[in-house]
């Protein structure tokens, strides 16, 4: 898998065409502080560029508009693949699609 040692307890959630998205207890070195998250692992990061910024698109124009949207914490490049790792939030409604489109209905 290529995780950093920065996780424990890693769980698969999700699969995409593009992406495969993990449950994890992350060590925020910010913060001091472990906490669970969502992981993106965007599979052939390399090849698939515009997929990966689409995805960082996504969280920014969301969570610019809606403060109170998944918290984006970093990215980290997987040791073994070289592919990008999005570390956010875990949202407990589901995926981001169906998370933005929740915040779409509100307003």
Do not use: C, P
């Not at 060590?27 to 965007?42: G, Q």
């Not at 073994?80 to 939030?89: A, L």
């Amino acid at each position: 898998m290529g995780f950093h040692n920065k996780f424990k307890n890693i769980r698969k959630i999700g699969n995409g065409r593009f992406s495969a998205v993990y449950y994890a207890y992350w060590f925020d070195e910010i913060r001091s502080l472990w906490t669970y998250v969502a992981v993106k692992l965007i599979h052939g990061s390399n090849k698939h560029i515009q997929e990966f910024i689409n995805e960082l698109e996504r969280y920014h124009e969301i969570g610019f508009k809606n403060l109170s949207f998944l918290k984006f914490y970093e990215i980290l490049r997987n040791k073994e693949s070289n592919n990008y790792m999005i570390i956010s939030s875990y949202a407990r409604e589901g995926s981001l699609s169906k998370k933005s489109s929740k915040v779409a209905q509100i307003k």
